[in-house]
């Protein structure tokens, strides 16, 4: 197949729009495999996702963001430009539950992922065993109280030098500083488990039992300063009963979580999330 | 099919539970056909419920309870006997929005729920004209702040007269005062508009269009003095997503909210619901 | 909200189209609201659906389609055009079930299909009753081996005077002649109990239940000459056990059946549906 | 937590069925922890799964099976006995994909199937290096048209001297002949990519494709010598669109298939599939 460019834009809404940005692509010559919009109309916000065949595109690739500078400053859009042959680099923190870390690295093996595996880190030394079978660098960064901030800098050091720009957090116990959310705005994805905002916090399956649920849930969003009220990016969840201990329950979320970060990781990394305010809008 | 009674029993978990209450049946001539029994191995409790035919049985229905009180204090047992050729009276509390009322006067017809819809309440008139072409008698309580104290107790005593064993607020958007909430212990069922515990109190939907989930819910719960905290029954949900307005999400709620309200009186008519402590076991 | 127009266009893939089609939005003054497209790589085929504000669109309604003619015809476009304030006309053809015709009446009532139910039909005389409720015009077409052709005909002949744009089989259990499904191509929505393409035919229930499966399903599908094997438009499904009789099945597949085909109704009427081939795209 | 003995039974309804069986135990001094019981009316059937404490039981584990014999005799039953302590020993056969194979390995570790996986047997080589991974030993049978009747007799002689009392077919590419179905009766598990009985043999996500489905499935069932006929254990769905390509309904699949895998093969390890006929009742 061949490469395609992919523009992700928001503007206020206005006349045009639609016509102006697929005309810029059609008379440089390219091809619009997909067009999605989307007009939130109580806000007056237009929304798009242009992916577009590069082939017979006549504006070479590092002239595109420019070309299309024009338009976008006359209307106002904010926009993101990537190419579907960019494999991005990619870090994964994980705590002492392996599942999601796994998942995701399988994942990213069969072809599901288009990203590379730059780095794992966690705060505990078995990941690192995980990561070496899959030949993944990797970083023990153990945190204590006292030492957090260092340990958060050196992380953010880590990450960085490894070029990664996507962080998921995959079923990393560890709450992030504001000044590590700063570091990776929106590009930071986090696995709660939990429907949210159902059980924010801690210990959510427990708080599921104990409350006499009938459908535990997981959910994946973007990290903010704000914890676990960042933009949701996807949702699942599961049906439990009376017979389901809160070791049933925690067994059953494991898929629920695997499912709703990959997902989530996938479609971030297709650039088919457009998060707006605090929500997203997926382009699939 | 023969008539059938169905004994549901709570208590300590003890040595012999399941074999003294099948001796029972079985050394009087019954034939059980349905033994579900849960252990709380947490709490250390004994669920179970029993229904056997009673062409056979030798104890005439109506010592049947009183041949049991012999293991039932032995035991330290809680339980309820019902027949299932008996019919019990049913009150519908409605508001403006027909929808859950029409659903249930649907099922009932069809014969999905054995029950006599006794009565229909509301404080608002429109749900008059439902209940007539159902042929079903309809009481208007139109509640002010002023007055609501009186058109409780007046909505109870028509609830009483009725002989109404159930109570069901099909979408009833008064909150109950605690007296009515006690004249009807474990015998409300509430449907409520989002997936509990997530989005309490006033206009869910719209709490989760601002939150920007991604799934929406509804759960069917007993009625306690605490607001939308009592014991869930049944919950259901619905994936949306960022092209869904807030009257989208009300409008695919709308089945949600039909089918776990429907299925939650439908378990509690067949004496498939055990409440115990805030939560249910539901023998299905 | 101010009414809009709908273009639903499927066509061979080329450049430039999603352009073409939106530059003539635009240009005669239309604020596109919505701009769904879909490339079938492997066909080849483009397909979209626009819809733009009327208010400022300087073409006078009765025109656009001659005045889109000129783009449609060289580009080998197949295209369709509605506009939102149109209230098309709905025949309703139902057996001895009622949950489905119930269910189509009370959410056009509510609001949720914007038709009128011009008519409904049936081989039985109950469902009179129902249409009479709702004040809507009734035919009833008792057919026997002997007479289907001719009443099939006058069927043809009542829905036609009708001025019915849709047929829906809401859960109608005559088979349809050829010459009927003809007479409304693409116009025919069905809604069959199972899970397509498991359980063709008749009393899938009972199938469902000797297979012994543990989901069961309904689909909504556009009726073609051949037996349940037409464009699936969507399909629902409920989670079935060893404790469910035919009978529960029966029941539990009422809900789903009810919700598929409302659905897909009102995905047609609202323009949402194009069929392609043997299959159908969604613009939801 | 104890050990337990899990009684599975079937036989003639008749009465006092439950309580000649918990009596047997609680006169033997054992605590009954589950007792599940469903009877088929429609054809006259019992079963049962009686689960009880070990700890207080005064008849040893080896002589159990032979004192409960009596009732059996009397009874008609067929019946199973095992008990929690025992970790059965599981052969995986697997082909091409390994995701399913993954999977299971990565579950027993997790400490979610109680079972020891004995062996990995494959027709490719490739799925060497993944049992090598986990310490599993791996035989290698590349199979060919002409040395397939020997290469099955050489399977079967290696699952039998591993001492492996079930066979998973994690997407086994291969069709067991009869006398390989035999040879393991009820004890081969395989999943078909799938919603049974929908899309039977080869293909199926191309079949689902071309069919335009708005969901696909996966099926977990024992292999009988009829293809992809066995009895059902589960099945898990997801939705699909006009925008997945086959290779969309591949990797959606691949979730369908692991789930619905491993959890049937929990269910049998842990005693709670009871096959009847060409069906299952699940005690879960």
């Known amino acids: ?74 209307c106002g859009m904010q926009f ?29 093996r069969a072809g599901e992922l288009k990203a590379e595996i730059a780095l794992v880190i966690s705060n505990h030394a078995e990941a690192g065993k995980i990561a070496q079978s899959f030949g993944i660098p990797f970083r023990h960064f153990p945190i204590t109280r006292a030492d957090k901030t260092q340990q958060e800098a050196a992380e953010i050091e880590a990450i960085q030098s490894a070029g990664a720009e996507l962080v998921v957090l995959a079923r990393y116990m560890q709450i992030l500083s504001e000044s590590f959310v700063k570091a990776f705005p929106n590009r930071i994805i986090n696995i709660h488990h939990s429907f949210l905002p159902a059980f924010v916090g801690a210990q959510p399956y427990h708080q599921a039992f104990a409350r006499g649920v009938k459908l535990i849930g997981a959910t994946a969003h973007y990290v903010t300063s704000e914890l676990d009220n960042g933009p949701i990016i996807d949702q699942e969840i599961a049906r439990v009963s009376h017979r389901d201990s809160v070791d049933d329950l925690i067994r059953k979320g494991r898929d629920l979580e695997k499912i709703a970060l990959a997902r989530a990781v996938r479609l971030h990394l297709m650039q088919r999330v457009l998060t707006y305010g605090n929500k997203t809008v997926i382009f699939d």
Chains 1, 2, 3, 4 share one sequence.
Do not use: Y
């Open 80 to 108: 993101d430009l990537a190419f579907s042959d960019h494999v991005p680099k990619v870090a994964i923190l994980a705590s002492k539950l392996p599942h999601c870390l796994q998942d995701l690295l399988l994942r990213q």
């Open 1 to 74: 197949m061949n490469h395609t460019a992919r523009l992700i834009i928001s503007c206020p809404d206005q006349r045009g729009l639609v016509a102006r940005v697929s005309d810029f692509v059609s008379r440089n010559g390219g091809n619009i495999l997909h067009f999605d919009q989307h007009t939130d109309l109580a806000d007056g916000v237009f929304l798009a996702r242009v992916e577009w065949e590069l082939e017979s595109f006549r504006i070479p690739r590092e002239r595109i963001r420019d070309c299309f500078q024009g338009i976008a400053l006359e």
